[in-house]
């Protein structure tokens, strides 16, 4: 007969890869979509011998209200993919300041009694480059001053 012991059943979770950038060129007077994209892995070692945990993932832009992404990872899949993005309205500066998106992992207790899970949270964060605005006639926005 085989046994596992408790310190054997760990939850790895790795975002691979995360995406922050802004989606088309970004031309003055015109909206900007920033798009955020988080592929992640996650299972539990023999985790064919017992019952996984349960995991919500959010993902979302940091102080942007209603652009949270939340769902519940499938347990049959070990990598799962969420995505959020916001537009910026008529953007008039010379370069668009980063943005943080941040991805939330929510563990919560698996259904076995033979094993125990830790009720608790991962979260990791990728953010936007720097982006040079560019005129109506594709050539960066120089922000002038004249001195008379």
């Not at 007077?29 to 023999?46: E, H, I, K, P, S």
């Not at 009694?113 to 050539?139: D, F, H």
Request: with cysteine; aromatic share 10%.
């Amino acid at each position: 007969m085989f046994f596992l012991p408790k310190s054997t059943n760990t939850i790895i979770t790795s975002v691979l890869d995360p995406v922050c950038e802004v989606v088309q060129p970004a031309i003055r007077g015109r909206d900007v979509t920033l798009m955020c994209r988080m592929t992640y892995d996650w299972q539990a070692q023999a985790r064919q011998f017992n019952a996984p945990p349960r995991l919500r993932v959010s993902v979302s832009w940091a102080d942007v209200d209603g652009t949270t992404v939340s769902n519940a990872a499938d347990p049959t899949k070990f990598r799962g993919t969420v995505e959020t993005s916001m537009t910026l309205i008529n953007v008039m500066q010379a370069t668009i300041l980063p943005h943080s998106c941040s991805i939330q992992f929510d563990f919560s207790p698996g259904s076995s009694p033979l094993y125990q899970y830790a009720n608790n949270s991962v979260s990791a964060t990728c953010v936007t480059e720097p982006t040079t605005v560019w005129g109506k006639y594709r050539t960066p926005l120089l922000m002038l001053s004249f001195v008379n």
